[in-house]
């Protein structure tokens, strides 16, 4: 058997993994983790009705602990080669790969695969990464639930508990640390408990935008302001804005500002001043 391996038992970086051959296997024998992305049923229907074998390409797949091989990239090929009844596809063979050395390797494969920033948040969670498991304990902490399979619809989408902008997230962990996520999520889930339009990427990412320049901010007298409209219409008004060349920035920029008028609408005194460019 010709194997893809690592280098030494000792070495867990992609880049000391070998590619040294193909075998051939059975995908009714092949195994789907759960950090891989949903099957898109489209894609196996088109799949189907094109497969060819001699062009399908090679399926990417490790043999752990000697049990069963697991598919890290191809899972769309193998359903539809099983639809068809197709018994043997070209593998190349990773073996003794741990699972999350597997959906490290995955990870490696998302640009070619066009991953979502939720597919790829998923296999950061999957290959153990400290900040993302960081940020999923955040927004547990607050009773919230991301959601990593695919796109949000239905319920889910309306689900004010539902996060699905893990990309803005991420951004706002890695540009304002620990605290600063905590502090959006709180404002956010204060001002607009029942609402899930306040989960979205732009209101978080305003709302770091603001809080990143006003930390002295009074925080309830935030919240209290905010409560006067939905995010939607902070949102609307902010795109105004924008459209209307009366700011400069970001979108993200431009709904801080909006935030700015409203926590500084009828007061006379402690004002806060312009400090968003």
């Given at each position: 058997m010709v194997t893809l391996t690592k280098e030494t038992t000792n070495r867990t970086h992609i880049n000391e993994w070998k590619a040294t051959g193909l075998e051939w296997l059975n995908p009714a024998h092949l195994v789907t983790e759960d950090y891989q992305r949903?099957?898109?049923?489209?894609?196996?229907?088109k799949l189907v009705k094109d497969f060819d074998i001699n062009?399908?390409?090679?399926?990417?797949?490790?043999?752990?602990?000697?049990m069963a091989y697991y598919i890290l990239d191809g899972q769309h090929r193998c359903a539809a080669a099983l639809r068809l009844g197709i018994t043997s596809l070209p593998c190349l063979v990773?073996?003794?790969?741990?699972k999350p050395e597997e959906a490290e390797l995955r990870r490696g494969f998302s640009r070619r695969n066009n991953d979502?920033?939720?597919?790829?948040?998923?296999?950061?969670?999957?290959?153990?990464?400290?900040?993302?498991?960081?940020?999923?304990?955040i927004v547990a902490g607050f009773g919230l639930i991301l959601h990593l399979k695919g796109r949000a619809?239905?319920?889910?989408?309306?689900?004010?508990?539902?996060?699905?902008c893990v990309g803005s997230l991420e951004y706002i962990y890695t540009?304002?640390?620990?605290?600063?996520?905590?502090?959006?999520?709180?404002?956010?889930?204060?001002?607009?408990?029942?609402?899930?339009?306040?989960?979205?990427g732009?209101?978080?990412?305003?709302?770091?935008?603001?809080?990143?320049?006003?930390?002295?901010?009074d925080m309830g007298m935030l919240v209290e302001k905010l409560r006067m409209n939905t995010p939607s219409?902070?949102?609307?008004?902010?795109?105004?804005?924008?459209?209307?060349?009366?700011?400069?920035?970001?979108?993200?920029?431009?709904?801080?500002?909006?935030?700015?008028?409203?926590?500084?609408?009828?007061?006379?005194?402690?004002?806060?001043?312009?400090?968003?460019?």
């Open positions: 949903p099957l898109i049923p489209k894609k196996v229907d062009k399908v390409g090679a399926i990417d797949v490790n043999l752990r602990d000697s990773y073996v003794g790969l741990d979502t920033g939720a597919e790829t948040f998923r296999l950061k969670l999957a290959e153990g990464d400290p900040d993302a498991i960081a940020i999923q304990d619809t239905g319920r889910d989408s309306q689900d004010p508990k539902c996060i699905s540009n304002g640390g620990y605290d600063m996520l905590r502090r959006v999520l709180s404002v956010s889930l204060l001002a607009w408990p029942n609402d899930h339009q306040g989960r979205m732009l209101v978080y990412r305003g709302l770091h935008s603001f809080l990143s320049k006003y930390p002295e901010v219409e902070l949102c609307a008004e902010s795109r105004r804005r924008m459209k209307d060349g009366l700011d400069v920035g970001h979108q993200s920029t431009h709904f801080a500002r909006v935030i700015l008028v409203q926590y500084n609408k009828s007061k006379r005194t402690n004002r806060l001043p312009n400090r968003l460019g």
